[in-house]
């Protein structure tokens, strides 16, 4: 059965604990969120086709071995574990990037899970499966995208459900919504709080127009 694939492209990763290294992006297409900053709209609907193996084959095309699927909602498509796996008998390090709102049990625990927590001011803060968190290892990451202090207030009430997890604080990210809070007011906050936190800003946008598509 063919993914539905929005773009695939080779960048610098812009977030999580793997920010700054060369990686290449599958896009899918499709998302069930509809987050109030979301920066990838386009990814909603348009797409082609292509099976496992053409994925694959593109793959092999770049100079790379760290892979990212991310969306959208990559887990919404049926495929995408099974795509994941491949990648991963391929020898490639693979990334997932995910809304948090679908179970990221059926996903491959070779592969870094990054599960994107919603916070109130995305809207979609019902929509969060917060069964996830117990679905962690200790490879997979958290992030959080905030951009008022609701949200911060909120993410702090989750970090204490993951203090019984064997979760590296390191890969725990507090990321403040672009161009809508201030990097240095969230730095603040998670310094008057002794938070064991990373402060993530994203750094491909810092690096090109955050309004460009594929990097």
């Not at 290449?24 to 797409?47: E, H, K, M």
């Not at 790379?64 to 990648?87: D, F, K, M, S």
């Not at 962690?136 to 911060?152: A, C, H, W």
Request: glycine fraction near 6%.
């Amino acid at each position: 059965m063919p993914l539905t694939v929005n773009e695939i492209f080779y960048s610098i990763q812009g977030e999580s604990s793997f920010a700054g290294l060369p990686c290449v992006f599958i896009r899918l297409t499709g998302c069930n969120l509809r987050c109030s900053y979301c920066d990838t709209q386009y990814a909603y609907y348009d797409g082609e086709e292509l099976e496992i193996q053409a994925i694959l084959d593109r793959m092999l095309t770049y100079p790379c071995r760290l892979v990212e699927v991310t969306g959208g909602e990559p887990l919404l498509q049926a495929e995408t574990p099974n795509l994941i796996y491949h990648l991963l008998e391929q020898g490639f390090a693979v990334l997932l990037e995910t809304n948090g709102s679908v179970d990221i049990s059926k996903v491959d625990s070779r592969c870094v899970r990054i599960l994107d927590i919603k916070c109130p001011s995305s809207g979609q803060v019902q929509c969060n499966d917060l069964n996830n968190l117990q679905r962690l290892s200790n490879r997979d990451e958290v992030k959080f995208v905030i951009g008022d202090r609701v949200d911060y207030e909120f993410a702090k009430e989750i970090l204490k459900q993951l203090e019984a997890l064997p979760l590296d604080p390191s890969r725990i990210h507090f990321s403040p919504v672009f161009g809508r809070m201030k990097p240095d007011t969230l730095a603040k906050w998670i310094l008057t709080d002794h938070l064991p936190v990373r402060l993530h800003l994203q750094l491909h946008k810092t690096i090109w127009d955050a309004q460009l598509r594929g990097v």
